[in-house]
């Protein structure tokens, strides 16, 4: 479909977006735990960024299956799965995964804290993973043709 280069090339991004947003989901829930913010607001804030994290690496997940890059493909099925199933469980009356009314009374603000931790490592490792990849994609074969018959290279 894509080549190698291109498709890496946008895991990478997507990666980096992640990053930059679960960084975004510590910031907040820092915030909430040294009461600069109220649960509402918090809540509202990070449910909003729910969504677009899990389509986002849905789509990775199609583009790296429709690739045929199964090594990657394995290692993201588990978060997309672990983050469908995050969206599932939700009861109907909730206001989404962070919950205002619960994040404090049933203590769910320190698991929320430790989930986005886990998140970050997952995340952070597969970033370094895509990035080797697309370099190894990069350096397939020989671009400058340094073996050629009948061609001797003095100097580079």
Known sequence: ??????TFAIALIV???????????VLTLAD???????AQECCS????????KFGSH???????????HWIM??????MVIWLGYELYKQPRDSLGVYDPVDIHSRGL??????NTMIYLGYYFVMFFIGLYFMISALLKGDPIRRHEEGEIITDF
């Open 73 to 78: 493909f394995f290692l993201n099925l588990p």
């Open 109 to 114: 603000l320190k698991v929320h804290l430790r």
């Open 58 to 68: 849905l789509i990775l997940i199609v583009l790296l299956l429709l690739g045929g």
């Open 1 to 6: 479909m894509l080549p190698e280069t291109v």
């Open 15 to 25: 990666y980096g977006a992640i990053l930059f947003l679960l960084i975004y989901y």
């Open 45 to 52: 804030r990070l449910n909003f960024w729910v969504i677009p």
């Open 32 to 38: 909430l735990e040294c009461d600069y913010l109220n």
